[in-house]
Antibody
Framework: QLQLQESGPGLVKPSETLSLTCTVS??????????WGWIRQPPGKGLEWIGS???????YYNPSLKSRVTISVDTSKNQFSLKLSSVTAADTAVYYC???????????WGQGTLVTVSS | EIVMTQSPATLSVSPGERATLSCRAS??????LAWYQQKPGQAPRLLIY???TRATGIPARFSGSGSGTEFTLTISSLQSEDFAVYYC?????FGQGTKVEIK
């Protein structure tokens, strides 16, 4: 069964770019069966979908973040990545990666990684 | 942009009782509606997708209904492990969550 694991820096400075990677095991990221996505959750708050990518490379972004987000796939490493530019303290959150069989329905999720934006 | 509104914000229920959670979309999402359960310190878990289909391994006491803009998650008989926060998600957008707490 699919398992996902986020990795990346836990601390990012304001105005810099947040970069995270999600490693997929138990299945191929090139499968046409799944979309691969990122979701975040500020401390004590609700969930926010950031964006998703299909194995073909097609991307779908939350309109509110679209100007700052890039999601890409590395099929050779069975990974997909998130880049969020020009971060501020408002981008401090637990960042989750997930697979979605129906584009929106994320299952499973990674365990999440806390990223703090601070100088 | 679609806005998902969940009600109530908090639901106090006794174990064994039924819980009914609501989710409203600002425009039709057809049946592109999912429900998730999240416990403290854990990632969310998919319960329902396609508005009414239980995800793998989800107990039958969880059921979803609705289409278009109005959706409901029903937990028929609350177990101790069901006390958590529940989120709906319509075509990408999440609701703000409903906390189900012990009465």
């Amino acid at each position: 069964q699919l398992q996902l694991q986020e990795s990346g820096p836990g601390l990012v400075k304001p105005s810099e770019t947040l970069s995270l990677t999600c490693t997929v095991s138990g299945g191929s990221i090139s499968s046409s069966s799944y979309y691969w996505g990122w979701i975040r959750q500020p401390p004590g708050k609700g969930l926010e979908w950031i964006g998703s990518i299909y194995y073909s490379g097609s991307t779908y972004y939350n309109p509110s973040l679209k100007s700052r987000v890039t999601i890409s796939v590395d099929t050779s490493k069975n990974q997909f990545s998130l880049k969020l530019s020009s971060v501020t303290a408002a981008d401090t959150a637990v960042y989750y990666c997930g697979s979605a069989a129906g584009m929106w329905w994320f299952d499973p999720w990674g365990q999440g990684t806390l990223v703090t934006v601070s100088s | 942009e679609i806005v998902m509104t969940q009600s109530p914000a908090t639901l106090s229920v006794s174990p064994g009782e039924r819980a009914t959670l609501s989710c409203r979309a600002s425009q039709s999402v057809s049946s592109n509606l999912a429900w998730y359960q999240q416990k403290p310190g854990q990632a969310p878990r998919l319960l329902i997708y396609g508005a009414s289909t239980r995800a793998t391994g989800i107990p039958a006491r969880f059921s979803g209904s609705g289409s278009g803009t109005e959706f409901t998650l029903t937990i028929s008989s609350l177990q101790s492990e069901d006390f958590a926060v529940y989120y709906c998600q319509g075509s990408g957008t999440f609701g703000q969550g409903t906390k189900v707490e012990i009465k």
